[in-house]
């Protein structure tokens, strides 16, 4: 029988979150199960729990960048042991056989059932939907359940777990490294992380802030330079010297401006999600033989990849540890963008 446990959810679109009870699946014989000690806020959340991208489904549990320990393990794991630390992303399950799951890119999947993320989606196994991190446990799949590297504080790496590979995907898959120029658009909780892994890449780093106080902060964090994008004349100095450029900005703004950034065969990669659409004037990418793509979370292999490569170079998150009586406070500031730079829930805290 599945079992239930404590959790934070919502009843509604203009409801805040509240304790509730949830029931976990029994554990399967290729199931991992964790104690969640963490788990990262995400601008996403609070999309869904508000309803705006239209396909929310109530109760909702939110969370999708979990760390926990390992409590129990079905008789078919072998990658993890009981003790272990351990962590969930943004998806639990694919159909594996479309073309998308057989390159590792599950967050494309095209089969039946589509790509299964850990909170909001059609639960397979005991029907409803999936219920995410802000809970007591979780139980997930080995094969989508990721190995946390020892050296990391878990608090502080949980959002690598969806901030992180979302700047880290496009940033290794156009090859940001020595030689290539990387523009980050936005110091936040994207682009604190998208500085820090394009930097240890090896990339030459440029932050661009509508902040003037984030310019001294894009330092700190291991920008070479920072600019204002008011600042008329640095903008015009930057025109046509980026190989990259990283868009994290989530509301209404001139991508033309970014595109003129860009040398020849240069990207804009946008990872940030307006709810409104963007417009830019055709010469913007003819001009230069400039391209704008998207970048979408990633695959389970590549988020181990992250993972590990973050490990090395001892790249986690600036956070706000919080309790989870804090958790409502915490959303209404990232609504108003006052966070430094991800609020990180300890669990522990649920009773």
Request: with cysteine; net charge neutral.
């Amino acid at each position: 029988m599945p079992t239930q446990i404590k959790a934070l959810g919502t009843t509604a679109a203009d409801k805040p979150l509240a304790q509730m009870h949830i029931l976990r699946r029994d554990l399967q014989p290729d199931d991992v199960q964790l104690q969640i000690l963490y788990c990262g806020i995400c601008h996403s959340d609070l999309h869904h729990m508000k309803n705006d991208y239209g396909a929310g489904n109530y109760p909702m549990v939110p969370g999708h960048e979990i760390v926990g320990r390992v409590t129990a393990v079905g008789s078919d794991v072998t990658k993890f042991r009981v003790g272990e630390l351990a962590a969930v992303g943004c998806i639990v399950n694919s159909c594996g056989a479309c073309p998308a799951c057989a390159r590792d890119l599950q967050q494309f999947c095209s089969g039946k059932g589509g790509t299964t993320f850990s909170f909001n989606s059609p639960d397979r196994h005991i029907g409803g939907t999936t219920y995410g991190g802000f809970a007591q446990t979780y139980v997930c799949k080995e094969s989508y359940t990721l190995r946390m590297p020892a050296n990391l504080d878990p608090a502080a790496a949980a959002p690598l777990l969806c901030a992180g590979i979302t700047v880290h995907s496009p940033l290794k898959h156009w090859r940001a490294g020595p030689g290539k120029s990387v523009a980050v658009i936005g110091v936040g909780g994207l682009g604190h992380l998208a500085i820090r892994i394009a930097k240890a890449m090896g990339a030459r780093v440029v932050a661009l802030t509508t902040s003037p106080e984030k310019v001294a902060d894009a330092a700190r964090l291991g920008a070479d330079d920072a600019v204002l994008a008011s600042d008329a004349e640095k903008m015009r100095e930057l025109q046509s010297t980026m190989d990259i450029v990283i868009d994290t900005v989530s509301a209404q703004h001139d991508l033309d401006s970014y595109l003129g950034l860009l040398n020849i065969d240069g990207i804009v990669v946008l990872v940030g999600l307006p709810p409104q659409p963007l417009f830019i004037k055709p010469f913007s990418v003819v001009q230069g033989r400039r391209s704008l793509a998207g970048s979408n979370i990633g695959g389970i292999a590549e988020t181990q990849d992250m993972l590990d490569f973050c490990a090395r170079h001892g790249i986690v998150a600036d956070i706000e540890r919080i309790g989870a009586s804090q958790i409502n406070s915490a959303f209404e500031r990232l609504d108003r963008n006052d966070v430094r730079y991800r609020f990180v829930v300890d669990m522990s805290t649920l009773v």
